[in-house]
T-cell receptor, first 114, second 113 residues
Framework: GAVVSQHPSRVICKSGTSVKIECRSLDFQATTMFWYRQFPKKSLMLMATSNEGSKATYEQGVEKDKFLINHASLTLSTLTVTSAHPEDSSFYIC??????????FGSGTRLTVV | AQSVTQPDIHITVSEGASLELRCNYSYGATPYLFWYVQSPGQGLQLLLKYFSGDTLVQGIKGFEAEFKRSQSSFNLRKPSVHWSDAAEYFCAVGEAAGNKLTFGGGTRVLVKP
């Protein structure tokens, strides 16, 4: 079956630094990847949609310059949280889509900014 | 714009009892509908999906869901709950394959022994 690998699973960083989260589709080429943010005991909020080789489409209210998304290949998308602050602490989940497999989710990344 | 409502934030059910989770959506055309389950600190696992055809959909782990267009609902059911079913359940809707999904607020299921 389709597998999406997301890492790191947990990361702690200092306020003001940047952190990169990777999302890889291991055995399929994802035409589209999605990045979600989930607050404690809350639902998933879509941050952006990215297609390989093109700029990501951000949802309203999501800061493009803070949450940099790169989708350089059909198997890899990255989310970089720049100049992270404590309010950026959250659970981030990626999802990859391919017609045959539908939507496959990564296992998530717990980001804590101290 | 599409939206999804899961009216029940928490549901507590005894092991062996039946379970039904409600999901109502708002969308003009026939939506793509999904149910996912999430264990604490984990990603989402697909339970089942509906695109077209038979309105009663069978999924993994003994779950099923029924699409009712007249009620704009896609409720999830399981005849007999196991302790391992304790988790967060999300209903989601998409406009078409590959488009972004909109998630409901989730329902947390607690299973009593």
């Amino acid at each position: 079956g389709a597998v999406v690998s997301q890492h790191p699973s947990r990361v702690i960083c200092k306020s003001g630094t940047s952190v990169k989260i990777e999302c890889r589709s291991l055995d399929f080429q994802a035409t589209t990847m999605f990045w979600y943010r989930q607050f404690p005991k809350k639902s998933l909020m879509l941050m952006a949609t990215s297609n390989e080789g093109s700029k990501a489409t951000y949802e309203q209210g999501v800061e493009k310059d803070k949450f940099l998304i790169n989708h350089a290949s059909l198997t890899l998308s990255t989310l970089t949280v720049t100049s992270a602050h404590p309010e950026d602490s959250s659970f981030y989940i990626c999802s990859a889509h391919m017609t045959v497999y539908g939507y496959t989710f990564g296992s998530g990344t717990r980001l804590t900014v101290v | 714009a599409q939206s999804v409502t899961q009216p029940d934030i928490h549901i507590t059910v005894s092991e062996g009892a039946s379970l039904e989770l409600r999901c109502n959506y708002s969308y003009g055309a026939t939506p793509y509908l999904f149910w996912y389950v999430q264990s604490p600190g984990q990603g989402l696992q697909l339970l089942l999906k509906y695109f077209s055809g038979d309105t009663l959909v069978q999924g993994i782990k003994g779950f099923e869901a029924e699409f009712k267009r007249s009620q704009s609902s896609f409720n999830l059911r399981k005849p007999s709950v196991h302790w391992s079913d304790a988790a967060e359940y999300f209903c989601a809707v998409g406009e078409a394959a590959g488009n972004k999904l909109t998630f409901g607020g989730g329902t947390r299921v607690l299973v009593k022994p």
